[in-house]
């Protein structure tokens, strides 16, 4: 609800009826169930670029170094594979997170032989959606509350990427929900 409460009025939205409001969150609930019920696996939820340190010396991905981990916890597959591939706050080439999705589903077929990259592709598509509605949201508080308009020059990015994730089949009744609440979003 951080894009209601504190993105929406960033914009100079008025404020929703509760029955929108109420949609949201049941659209929401509905869309995220079936993702949630899967097999979770560790999630680092704050893997992108800026937490990506480079490690000479070695060798392959063993040169890649995280930081800020602390907040690891169980979750889906995509999520740190949409914020490292739709990273909020550098611009990724649609090439290159195709790239890494290709790879991720490449490296995910080689050890699990019941890998389904359809489902994956949705399941990517819906904790894209997610995570930019979220991150619109905290961004929106970052500046309001906590005095750091620094992170506004981000929200262009994050809202192509959530009108990217909308137009996937699986986010169809959501993105009725954002043309109708929010169009400026998906503009």
Same mark, same amino acid.
């Given at each position: 609800?951080l894009l209601l409460d504190w993105y929406l009025p960033w914009r100079g939205n008025?404020?929703?009826?509760?029955?929108?409001?109420?949609?949201?969150?049941?659209?929401?609930?509905?869309?995220?169930?079936?993702?949630?019920?899967?097999?979770?696996?560790?999630?680092?939820?704050?893997?992108?670029?800026?937490?990506?340190?480079?490690?000479?010396?070695?060798?392959?991905?063993?040169?890649?170094?995280?930081?800020?981990?602390?907040?690891?916890?169980?979750?889906?597959?995509?999520?740190?594979?949409?914020?490292?591939?739709?990273?909020?706050?550098?611009?990724?080439?649609?090439? $290159?997170?195709?790239? %890494? =999705?290709?790879?991720?589903? @490449?490296?995910? #077929? &080689?050890?699990?032989?019941?890998?389904?990259?359809?489902?994956?592709?949705?399941?990517?598509?819906v904790m894209g959606a997610q995570r930019a509605t979220k991150i619109l949201g905290i961004f929106a508080r970052l500046d309001a509350r906590?005095?750091?308009?620094?992170?506004?020059?981000?929200?262009?990015?994050?809202?192509?990427? $959530?009108?990217?994730? %909308? =137009?996937?089949?699986?986010? @169809?009744?959501? #993105? &009725?929900?954002?043309?109708?609440?929010?169009?400026?979003?998906?503009?």
């Open positions: 609800e008025r404020t929703l009826p509760a029955s929108a409001r109420h949609a949201f969150v049941e659209l929401w609930a509905g869309t995220l169930g079936p993702v949630l019920a899967r097999p979770p696996t560790w999630t680092l939820r704050d893997y992108h670029s800026p937490n990506l340190l480079w490690l000479a010396g070695r060798q392959g991905v063993a040169r890649v170094g995280m930081l800020d981990f602390q907040d690891c916890v169980l979750g889906p597959a995509a999520y740190d594979v949409v914020s490292l591939s739709q990273d909020a706050r550098i611009d990724v080439p649609d090439d $290159l997170e195709l790239q %890494l =999705l290709g790879a991720y589903v @490449r490296l995910r #077929r &080689a050890g699990d032989d019941s890998f389904d990259a359809a489902l994956f592709a949705s399941e990517y598509a906590d005095g750091k308009p620094q992170y506004l020059r981000h929200i262009p990015r994050i809202e192509r990427n $959530l009108a990217r994730c %909308l =137009l996937h089949p699986a986010l @169809r009744e959501l #993105r &009725a929900w954002y043309e109708a609440h929010v169009p400026d979003v998906l503009a």
